[in-house]
């Protein structure tokens, strides 16, 4: 089974920036759709971005020109690099599978907070 491991949350004043990371133990982003999604509090699990394996991005509209997906097959990691952050971004970020309904156990996940 493959796992997922988030990094790169913290604390950010809006504006702010933060990478997060996803390491995959296994070699599954030549061949798999990855996306991020994030969980705020009280709120249900939402999809963020997905990035195919031919590197083809789609966003939510919600973060659209301010976020951006990327992957290193190399090391088998998926990123997401977030700029203008905004408190409403606060939420625990994840990632997973980006397509169809079948998903990999999920990780522990990162938090980011946007906060002054």
């Known amino acids: 089974q493959v796992q997922l491991v988030e990094s790169g949350g913290g604390l950010v004043q809006p504006g702010g920036s933060l990478r997060l990371s996803c390491a995959a133990s296994g070699s599954i982003l030549r061949s798999y759709t990855m996306g991020w999604y994030r969980q705020a509090p009280g709120q249900a699990r939402e999809w963020v971005a997905r990035?195919?394996?031919?590197?083809?991005?789609t966003y939510a509209d919600t973060v659209k020109g301010r976020f951006t997906i990327s992957t290193d097959n190399t090391k088998n990691t998926v990123y997401l690099q977030m700029n203008s952050l905004k408190p409403e971004d606060t939420a625990i970020y994840y990632c997973n599978l980006g397509s169809g309904s079948f998903r990999l156990s999920w990780g522990q996940g990162t938090q980011v907070t946007v906060a002054s």
């Open positions: 990035i195919t394996n031919g590197g083809s991005t």
